[in-house]
T-cell receptor
Framework: SAVISQKPSRDICQRGTSLTIQCQVD?????MFWYRQQPGQSLTLIAT?????????ESGFVIDKFPISRPNLTFSTLTVSNMSPEDSSIYLCSVAASGNNEQFFGPGTRLTVL | GENVEQHPSTLSVQEGDSAVIKCTYSDSASNYFPWYKQELGKGPQLIID?????GEKKDQRIAVTLNKTAKHFSLHITETQPEDSAVYFC?????????FGKGTMLLVSP
């Protein structure tokens, strides 16, 4: 399986600011996804990061709040904009090969908003 | 969309016992059934999966069984060890995106 890294691993931010999270994969992958995991909860899909085009967002998530970039097949970023304490969560990226449901996850970014 | 229920929410066993976690789903189009293990402070790890044309799959101490008619699949862990302690998630899907269950916290006591 692919080796996935995320930066930063954790951060503490002030409300009203923005944070950009990076996801790097050691091989080219077709699909990249961003998830949110609120404290003690399950994973919720935020969006599918599409290479060369706009991300596909799930219901309840919007581009203005969570802009996503995917400039190539090994890298993606998620920005959490205008943060509030409710955005305190673990943010995870995952990858999958084309036509294969198997998803592999990065280690996550633990975000605390004060 | 897919409705996923996972039971139990917490499971405590003694080392060496077996553990079974069940996942029920609603979408009859689902054809891929993975189980993830998440240890504290880490991302979920894919530990075993099964596709709809197979009824059971084993990998050493872990196995997954699928009942497509009843729309449920289960994770079986035999000879549990303390390092099996973690949160386990099912995530059935018929598409490229996964829908996660709420998770089962497994505690294995020495």
């Amino acid at each position: 399986s692919a080796v996935i890294s995320q930066k930063p691993s954790r951060d503490i931010c002030q409300r009203g600011t923005s944070l950009t999270i990076q996801c790097q994969v050691d091989s080219q992958v077709t699909m990249m996804f961003w998830y949110r995991q609120q404290p003690g909860q399950s994973l919720t899909l935020i969006a599918t990061a599409n290479q060369g085009s706009e991300a596909t967002y799930e219901s309840g998530f919007v581009i203005d709040k969570f802009p996503i970039s995917r400039p190539n097949l090994t890298f993606s970023t998620l920005t959490v904009s205008n943060m509030s304490p409710e955005d305190s969560s673990i943010y995870l990226c995952s990858v999958a090969a084309s036509g294969n449901n198997e998803q592999f996850f990065g280690p996550g970014t633990r975000l605390t908003v004060l | 969309g897919e409705n996923v229920e996972q039971h139990p929410s917490t499971l405590s066993v003694q080392e060496g016992d077996s553990a079974v976690i069940k996942c029920t789903y609603s979408d009859s189009a689902s054809n891929y059934f993975p189980w993830y293990k998440q240890e504290l402070g880490k991302g979920p790890q894919l530990i075993i999966d099964i596709r709809s044309n197979v009824g059971e799959k084993k990998d050493q101490r872990i196995a997954v069984t699928l009942n497509k008619t009843a729309k449920h699949f289960s994770l079986h862990i035999t000879e549990t060890q303390p390092e099996d302690s973690a949160v386990y998630f099912c995530a059935p899907t018929g598409y490229s995106t996964l829908t996660f269950g709420k998770g089962t916290m497994l505690l294995v006591s020495p």
